[in-house]
C-alpha cells in the first residue's frame, strides 16, 4: 500500500480473503490506534498513517508482510 493509497473495505476484503465484517472490525481497531485513517464518505477508504508505515517496518512484522506480499502475487511458501 503506497502512502497516498486508500482502499475500501471491498478492497481490503479482495486483497486479504477476510469477510466484510471481519475487514471492518479490524480497520476500526487499526484506525482507533492511528495505524490506519479512514474517510468520512461513503463508500470509506482507508490509508495507511505515517505510524502506521514506521510500525510495519519493524523486525516483528517484517516476515509477515513478505509472506502476505507472496500470497497475494501467488507465490507460495
Not at 468520512?40 to 509477515?64: C, F, L, M
Request: charged share 20%.
Amino acid at each position: 500500500m503506497k502512502p497516498t493509497e486508500a482502499l475500501t473495505v471491498r478492497e481490503l476484503c479482495n486483497a486479504t480473503g477476510l469477510s466484510p465484517s471481519r475487514t471492518r472490525a479490524i480497520v476500526t481497531r487499526l484506525s482507533y490506534d492511528g495505524l490506519l485513517f479512514g474517510t468520512s464518505k461513503t463508500p470509506a477508504a482507508y490509508w495507511i498513517t505515517t505510524h502506521g508505515r514506521a510500525v510495519i517496518q519493524k523486525p516483528a512484522y517484517r516476515d509477515y508482510v513478505r509472506r502476505h506480499e507472496l500470497s497475494v502475487n501467488g507465490v507460495n511458501r
